[in-house]
């Protein structure tokens, strides 16, 4: 019995390892740490692709994300979502995005992000996709956005992929 045991949790291990989201990497900028940057995937022949990340300004003044680049896009802007009156609105925010001190600013689906227009490649699960965010003070910042999947939540593969381990078999012992 001890071996089948073994077994399973070697196997659990083994599953647990190969669905283990990636992690992003960390990127400092002067005062400002940036983190869980992603995008994902589009569909082959899609024209607009989105990304998404943290700012945390760690200063003691606000920083403004001014503009952002990308090889594989025409253009790069940042957008702010709202919902007004029952009527979801998106916009670019021409002015930029502060990130006051001490704070923290997620871009994230639903609020603001980046949009990628004019792709030039289809966005694949698995790349990594090369930004640069361009800020008043901390200056050009390069960044590469993780590529989830086409319906991805978070970074990370943060809408699943992992084992649950409340369906698994009540008798199974580690």
């Known amino acids: 019995m001890t071996s ?20 992003a990497e960390e990127v400092k900028a002067g005062d400002l740490v940036i983190t869980q940057a992603w995008s994902r995937a589009t569909p082959n022949g899609a024209k607009i692709g989105s990304g998404y990340l943290t700012i ?3 200063g003691s003044t606000p920083d403004r994300l001014v503009g952002v680049s990308a090889d594989i ?3 790069v802007e940042v957008h702010e979502m709202a919902t007004n009156n029952g009527v979801m609105t998106m916009r670019p925010l021409d002015k930029g995005l502060t990130i ?6 997620k871009l994230a689906p639903g609020g603001n992000h980046l949009m990628l227009f004019d792709l030039k490649a289809p966005l694949k699960q698995g790349d990594k996709l090369p930004v640069t965010l361009k800020f008043e003070k901390a200056g050009d910042v390069k960044v ?5 999947g086409i319906g991805a939540q978070g970074p990370g593969g943060a809408s699943g992929g992992g084992m649950d381990m409340k369906k698994m078999s009540p008798g199974m012992k580690m």
């Open 4 to 23: 089948i045991v073994r077994m399973l949790a070697s196997t659990f291990l083994l599953a647990t390892l190969l669905t283990a989201p990636a992690r």
């Open 56 to 58: 945390e300004n760690k």
């Open 73 to 75: 896009a025409g253009k």
């Open 100 to 105: 006051d001190p001490g704070k923290t600013v």
């Open 144 to 148: 590469s956005l993780d590529v989830q």
